[in-house]
């Protein structure tokens, strides 16, 4: 068990450091990235043009996101490869496995759902989804929507997190409270 532990605490540190590595890597080339962001494992960057990428401060990217600065399905046609800048506004949070493709602009104060394919530019304050991701909803209608949401469902404070060592007995409780439904965590 003490091996298992240990075992758990060398991989998380080879991978936050290698991740840290890794994505100084791509500021040296230029990719430029604000203050205050949340860049989960697993996020790809194109690291062929990577420095057309730049994103704002307070951006949460969540893992597996994709951002391709280039699209080589033009070479064979035209002998040239379409490339254009992505740029990630302030407080703008990326789903998982999210797609942004080359030109794209995703607006302050938005979402982007995890799986979406974003192929056009995101107005300021929208939620997009989809494949190709459309707009869905507006933040502040989101906002009201989910806070109606959490007032009626399981509130759970930090304690029920892996940082907060979360008890077996609260892991068995929490799933058997969530059945089917939704709550939410501090």
Same mark, same amino acid.
């Given at each position: /068990?003490?091996?298992?532990?240990?075992?758990?605490?060398?991989?998380?540190?080879?991978?936050?450091?290698? $991740? $840290?590595?890794?994505?100084?890597?791509? !500021?040296? /080339?230029?990719?430029?990235?604000? =203050?205050?962001?949340?860049?989960?494992?697993?996020?790809?960057?194109?690291?062929?043009?990577?420095?057309?990428?730049?994103?704002?401060?307070?951006? *949460?990217?969540?893992?597996?996101?994709?951002?391709?600065?280039?699209?080589?399905?033009?070479?064979?046609?035209?002998?040239?490869?379409? !490339?254009?800048?992505?740029?990630? $506004?302030? %407080? #703008?949070?990326?789903?998982?496995?999210?797609?942004? /493709?080359?030109?794209?602009?995703?607006?302050?104060?938005?979402?982007?759902?995890?799986?979406?394919?974003?192929?056009?530019? #995101?107005?300021?304050?929208?939620?997009? &989804?989809? %494949?190709?991701?459309?707009?869905?909803?507006?933040? $502040?209608?989101?906002?009201?929507?989910?806070? =109606?949401?959490? %007032?009626?469902?399981?509130?759970?404070?930090?304690?029920? *997190?892996? &940082?907060?060592?979360?008890?077996?007995?609260?892991? =068995?409780? /929490?799933?058997? =409270?969530?059945? %089917?439904?939704?709550?939410?965590?501090?």
């Amino acid at each position: /068990m003490v091996k298992k532990i240990i075992n758990f605490l060398k991989a998380r540190f080879r991978k936050y450091l290698l $991740e $840290e590595i890794w994505l100084e890597d791509y !500021i040296k /080339m230029g990719m430029k990235i604000g =203050e205050n962001c949340s860049i989960q494992p697993g996020v790809i960057f194109d690291y062929s043009h990577c420095w057309l990428i730049k994103i704002g401060n307070n951006v *949460t990217i969540a893992p597996q996101a994709y951002f391709l600065a280039h699209d080589a399905s033009t070479k064979n046609l035209i002998n040239y490869t379409k !490339i254009g800048s992505i740029t990630i $506004e302030d %407080n #703008v949070f990326i789903g998982a496995r999210a797609l942004i /493709m080359p030109g794209v602009t995703v607006g302050k104060n938005s979402i982007v759902a995890a799986g979406s394919i974003v192929t056009k530019s #995101v107005s300021e304050g929208s939620i997009v &989804a989809g %494949n190709p991701a459309k707009v869905i909803s507006t933040i $502040e209608n989101y906002s009201q929507k989910i806070n =109606e949401l959490k %007032n009626g469902t399981w509130k759970y404070d930090s304690g029920y *997190t892996l &940082a907060g060592n979360i008890s077996n007995i609260n892991k =068995e409780n /929490m799933y058997e =409270e969530l059945k %089917n439904k939704l709550g939410f965590i501090e």
